[in-house]
Structure formats: structure tokens, C-alpha cells
């Protein structure tokens, strides 16, 4: 019974600094675009954090809209956003490359 | 332990490897050509071995039926995304990655 | 457009009432809803997607070969992903189709997609694009291979075209 | 007993890889490839809900697991309708 607790803890406990932690990303991010998908990544691990919170109902909702309905929406969002907003905010600071080494 | 638990932890540890390598493919493989690769073949047969797995624990049929369903969906999920993210990789024209 | 018939009707019913009752695992109260949900389904199948031809002895044969040829691609994939050196060399091949147009040949795409070594890049009139993550292998007689599988999966003969 | 500490414990193992996939949606570097990395995390999400469902017996889990293959491929779709175009010039 302990090491299942202990496990069980250890669970919610990355599960809850992952939260966190792409939480404040998501806020920071100065680019849109992988403030979208890390919004998306957001959502879901907020569902498996309602399914230990013991409300699959809400994880349900939550994956349903919170991480596929509202992702697709912010996507189209952006590509409609996007060429106005091209002259006044600075996407990222050096521009991207498709190999990274 | 019954032979059927043997079964399944050997299966969701395969399994879980196997999700493992897909995140290493992720993390290493230099272009997103080849980042495909490793994340539908590797996901899905990390995913296909911890439903079969788990599918010997279910109570019902209706459970392995329904395992079976999400697998199959994720499958097809899988393959039409890597198709339609290659097909607008090279309409936008990123190139292969050379050694 | 082929016509529906009588079996293929009665094959879709059976499909989505057989999926009814795994989503629902099994409630028989369900069914009140079920009756007319698998009815609408059916229909509007057929609607989007008129009948085609899937032979059964093509389809349990087809199952094995899937299932032992992606588990191959997972550790194809697994041992260049941590094989230190990272031995591959990607690149692209085309591929001649055999297959009629049509869903076969989407099938086919989304198949080499999920087997070793190759993902489907473009579809065109004459030939499948793959894209492949080590050019050196052997990947016509492969291809091949699978085209002949999916085609005896929906009963097609190959050697008529 | 033990084949419940087995499940929770591919679960988090699962959770783990899911957060050192992480790095590549920060890292980029194409939009792609942070498009790809939220992919990753439905199919890790799939079978972590799985593992908790049979864990805690709680058969709604997999209701919830069906819903999250279905929706992954809406984003990925809405990305590569949509957003995809509107980056062009940030990337290359």
C-alpha cells in the first residue's frame, strides 16, 4: 500500500510542476505560435490532472474543448492575426531555421 | 501473479520503451521528415503493445473492443497527420536533411 | 458510382451497431438510442461514402501482416533513434502505382506510413512519393509486397491493370 | 496489488518522457516540429489514460482516451490548414 501511495504522489507531483511550469511558459512566450501549442500541450495534461482529481466528466470537457476545440480556434485565430501584426511585434529574436545543428 | 500478468508486464514495458524511443526520435532525428518516422512508428506500436496488454486484464469484450478502437484510431490519426504534415513540409519547401 | 446493394447495407448496419455497443460496453438500456444512432450512421455512410469491395479471407490475412510489419517499423525506428551514431540517410523514392485509383491507393499511403522505414510524402496521377529514412535500402519488392496485400484486400486484381 | 503499481507506474514513466518532449516544442525550430511534439503528447496522453483506467477502475477513462485520439488530429489539422500558411515568413 505505501509504495502505491508514494507512486500515486510522485504522479500528481510531475503532473502538477509540469502544470506549472508550462503554465508560466505559455504566459512568456514571446511568440504566438508556440504559445498555441504549448496552450494545447497545456490542456492536456490538465485533463489527466482532472482525472486524478477523480472528475473524468471534466477531463472529458476539458479535452474535448480546452485542448482540441479552443487549440483549432487560437490556430485559425492566428493565421488571421498574423499579417497585420507581422510589422509591429518582432517574432522571435533570431529567425528559424529547419536544421537546427 | 497468473501468466496472463506476466504477459501484461512484459507488454506495457515493451510498450513504454517503445514510447521512450519515440520521444529519443524526437529529440535526436535532425528534420521533421525523419521526426515522422520515429513518432508514428514508434508511438503506435508502443500504444499497440500497451493495449494489447491491457486488453488482457479487461473485464469484457465490449473493453477489448473499444481499446482496440481508440488503437485503430490513433493509427489513422497518426498516419493522416504525418502525411499531410509532409505533403505541406515540401509545399512550403523544407528541404531533407543531408549527413 | 457503384450501386448500393442489399449486403452492403446490411454490412454497414452491422459495423456501426457493433460499434454502438463497444462505445457503450455492453449497456443494453442503451439501445433505445442505439436503434436510431446506428440507422443515421449507416445512411449517412452511405451517403459520403458509396459501397466498395472488401474481401474478407483478404482482410484476415492482411491483419497479421500489418500488425507483424509495424512492430518491425517500431524497431527499425527504435534502433536508429538510439543507435549512437544515428545511421540514417534519408531520402526520396517514387513508386509506380499498380492500384486503381481511389481509396485503395489513400490506404496504401496511410499503410507505408505506419511500415518500416517509409512515410508517404505525395500522391499523384502515376506514382507515390515516399519518403524514406535510409536510401540505401530495398524498398521496390517492400512496396510491392504491400500493394499486392492491399489489393487482395479489396479484391482487386493487380495483373488486370 | 502489484499490477496496480505496475499501471501507475508506466504512468508516470509515460508522464516523464511526455515532459522531455517538452524540449522540442520550446526548441522548435520549425512550426512543425512543435506541431509534432503536441501530436506526441495526445498519443503519451492516450495511453496514460488507458493505464489510469485500468488502475483506478474507473471505466469512463476510456471514454475520456477516446476522445483525446479523435481530437488530436483537429489541431493538427487546424495547423496545417490554417496556421501553417499564415508563419511562412518566419520560417527559412
Known amino acids: ?101 | 501473479m497468473s501468466v496472463s500478468d506476466i504477459i501484461t508486464t512484459i507488454l506495457l514495458i515493451a510498450g513504454a520503451a517503445f514510447f521512450l524511443v519515440g520521444t529519443v526520435g524526437l529529440l535526436r532525428f535532425p528534420d521533421v521528415y525523419t521526426r515522422l518516422h520515429a513518432l508514428t512508428k514508434a508511438d503506435n506500436v508502443g500504444l499497440g503493445l500497451m493495449v494489447a496488454g491491457l486488453a488482457l486484464q479487461a473485464e469484457s469484450w465490449a473493453v477489448v473492443g473499444k481499446l482496440l478502437l481508440i488503437w485503430c484510431l490513433v493509427l489513422l490519426a497518426g498516419a493522416s497527420v504525418a502525411h499531410l504534415v509532409t505533403v505541406v513540409a515540401r509545399q512550403r519547401g523544407i528541404k531533407l536533411w543531408k549527413r | 458510382m457503384i450501386t448500393t446493394t442489399f449486403s452492403t447495407i446490411s454490412f454497414r448496419v452491422v459495423l456501426f451497431a457493433m460499434l454502438w455497443w463497444v462505445i457503450t460496453e455492453a449497456a443494453i438500456d442503451s439501445w433505445y438510442i442505439g436503434v436510431p444512432v446506428v440507422a443515421f450512421a449507416a445512411w449517412v455512410s452511405l451517403v459520403l461514402l458509396p459501397g466498395f469491395s472488401l474481401s474478407l479471407p483478404g482482410i484476415l490475412r492482411f491483419i497479421p501482416f500489418f500488425l507483424w510489419h509495424s512492430l518491425r517499423g517500431g524497431v527499425d525506428v527504435a534502433w536508429r533513434a538510439l543507435h549512437p551514431q544515428l545511421p540514417i540517410s534519408p531520402g526520396m523514392v517514387d513508386y509506380r502505382w499498380r492500384l486503381p485509383p481511389g481509396l485503395a491507393r489513400v490506404f496504401m499511403a496511410n499503410t507505408v506510413s505506419l511500415l518500416p522505414g517509409t512515410l508517404s510524402a505525395e500522391l499523384d496521377e502515376s506514382c507515390l512519393h515516399i519518403h524514406v529514412l535510409d536510401k540505401t535500402g530495398d524498398f521496390s519488392s517492400e512496396l510491392a509486397i504491400i500493394e499486392e496485400r492491399v489489393a487482395d484486400l479489396f479484391a482487386l486484381d493487380l495483373s488486370i491493370i | 496489488m502489484f499490477m496496480e503499481m505496475l499501471y501507475i507506474g508506466m504512468a508516470l514513466f509515460l508522464l516523464l518522457t511526455l515532459v522531455a518532449g517538452l524540449w522540442r516544442i520550446l526548441r522548435g525550430p520549425t512550426a512543425a516540429d512543435r506541431m509534432l511534439a503536441a501530436q506526441l503528447f495526445g498519443t503519451t496522453a492516450v495511453a496514460c489514460l488507458l493505464l489510469l483506467a485500468q488502475a483506478l477502475e474507473q471505466p469512463p477513462l476510456r471514454d475520456v482516451a477516446l476522445v483525446f485520439a479523435l481530437l488530436a488530429v483537429v489541431a493538427a489539422v487546424a495547423f496545417v490548414r490554417r496556421a501553417w500558411v499564415a508563419d511562412r515568413e518566419t520560417e527559412e
Open chain 1, 1 to 101: 500500500m505505501e509504495a502505491l501511495t508514494q507512486l500515486q504522489l510522485a504522479f500528481d507531483a510531475v503532473l502538477g510542476l509540469a502544470l506549472l511550469w508550462l503554465a508560466w511558459q505559455t504566459l512568456a512566450s514571446p511568440e504566438l505560435f508556440r504559445a498555441i501549442v504549448l496552450f494545447i500541450a497545456f490542456g492536456l495534461l490538465m485533463a489527466l490532472a482532472w482525472v486524478r482529481l477523480e472528475a473524468p466528466d471534466v477531463a472529458l470537457a476539458e479535452a474535448a474543448i480546452g485542448a482540441g476545440l479552443t487549440g483549432a480556434l487560437l490556430l485559425t485565430a492566428l493565421s488571421r492575426l498574423e499579417p497585420k501584426n507581422k510589422s509591429k511585434i518582432p517574432h522571435s529574436k533570431k529567425p528559424e531555421s529547419e536544421v537546427d545543428e
